[in-house]
Protein backbone atom coordinates (compact mmCIF):
# COMPACT_ATOMS: atom_id res chain seq x y z
CA UNK A 1 0.00 0.00 0.00
CA UNK A 2 1.43 3.35 -0.91
CA UNK A 3 0.06 4.99 2.18
CA UNK A 4 1.05 3.13 5.44
CA UNK A 5 0.27 4.33 8.91
CA UNK A 6 1.43 3.13 12.18
CA UNK A 7 -0.51 3.48 15.36
CA UNK A 8 2.25 4.08 18.22
CA UNK A 9 1.84 5.41 21.90
CA UNK A 10 1.09 9.27 20.98
CA UNK A 11 -0.73 9.19 17.98
CA UNK A 12 0.31 7.56 14.49
CA UNK A 13 3.61 7.61 11.80
CA UNK A 14 2.87 7.79 8.14
CA UNK A 15 4.71 6.71 5.03
CA UNK A 16 4.07 7.59 1.38
CA UNK A 17 5.60 6.29 -1.17
CA UNK A 18 4.71 7.18 -5.07
CA UNK A 19 2.40 7.20 -6.76
CA UNK A 20 0.81 9.10 -4.21
CA UNK A 21 2.22 12.22 -1.92
CA UNK A 22 2.53 14.16 -5.50
CA UNK A 23 5.12 10.96 -6.79
CA UNK A 24 7.64 11.81 -3.86
CA UNK A 25 8.54 9.57 -0.98
CA UNK A 26 7.80 10.91 2.52
CA UNK A 27 7.98 9.61 6.27
CA UNK A 28 6.58 11.18 9.41
CA UNK A 29 9.30 12.05 12.05
CA UNK A 30 7.08 12.23 15.03
CA UNK A 31 4.03 10.49 15.83
CA UNK A 32 1.00 12.79 15.25
CA UNK A 33 -2.67 13.05 15.97
CA UNK A 34 -5.04 11.42 13.47
CA UNK A 35 -6.43 14.96 12.33
CA UNK A 36 -2.90 16.29 12.01
CA UNK A 37 -2.09 13.48 10.21
CA UNK A 38 -4.71 13.81 7.76
CA UNK A 39 -4.25 17.32 7.01
CA UNK A 40 -0.21 16.57 6.45
CA UNK A 41 -1.16 14.09 4.08
CA UNK A 42 -3.42 15.87 2.25
CA UNK A 43 -1.00 19.05 1.82
CA UNK A 44 1.60 16.40 0.64
CA UNK A 45 -1.20 15.91 -2.31
CA UNK A 46 -2.62 11.80 -0.50
CA UNK A 47 -6.46 11.46 -1.81
CA UNK A 48 -8.90 11.25 1.42
CA UNK A 49 -10.11 7.70 0.49
CA UNK A 50 -6.60 6.07 0.52
CA UNK A 51 -5.96 8.36 3.83
CA UNK A 52 -8.95 6.71 5.37
CA UNK A 53 -7.97 3.15 4.20
CA UNK A 54 -4.76 3.33 5.72
CA UNK A 55 -5.44 4.49 8.92
CA UNK A 56 -8.49 1.65 8.82
CA UNK A 57 -5.65 -0.91 8.26
CA UNK A 58 -3.63 0.55 10.64
CA UNK A 59 -6.21 0.88 13.66
CA UNK A 60 -9.72 -0.21 12.65
CA UNK A 61 -11.48 1.69 15.75
CA UNK A 62 -9.35 4.79 14.77
CA UNK A 63 -12.68 7.09 13.88
CA UNK A 64 -14.37 6.65 17.43
CA UNK A 65 -10.81 7.89 18.98
CA UNK A 66 -10.44 10.94 17.09
Known amino acids: ?7 VDG ?3 AR ?3 PHG ?3 AWASKHPQP ?3 LIAELQVRGC ?5 GDAFYEADP ?3 SER
Open 47 to 51: HQTDI
Open 34 to 36: AEA
Open 16 to 18: VTP
Open 22 to 24: NDR
Open 61 to 63: NWL
Open 1 to 7: MPIEIEK
Open 11 to 13: GYL
